[in-house]
């Protein structure tokens, strides 16, 4: 194996680590803003809709007592447990 094959398979390693961090930095984007379902107000995130974008598509979330919207990249559980609702 030459020092060619061996800078090709360093390369390939590096772009799978970097697109797999990638990944996972979306994931827990997506997890802070959902906060279980429930708004800082004290309401509860509610199915809207999706959006689909040309490779991927988002889902929009409104909270039932104030009106916020947040957009994520996966659909969230809607159930949440009522301890955690009147955090």
Not at 19 to 25: K, P, V
Not at 27 to 46: E, I, P, T
Request: with cysteine; proline share 0%; net charge negative.
């Amino acid at each position: 194996m030459n020092s060619k094959d061996e800078a090709s398979i360093i390369m390939g390693f590096i772009m799978i680590v970097i697109i797999a961090l990638l990944f996972l930095i979306m994931h827990s984007v997506d997890n802070a803003k959902w906060n279980n379902g429930v708004c800082s107000c004290g309401g509860r995130y509610v199915y809207e809709q999706s959006v689909g974008h040309r490779y991927t598509s988002s889902h929009i979330y409104k909270c039932d007592k104030c009106g916020k919207i947040i957009e994520l990249d996966s659909i969230k559980n809607q159930e949440v447990e009522d301890d955690e609702y009147k955090r």
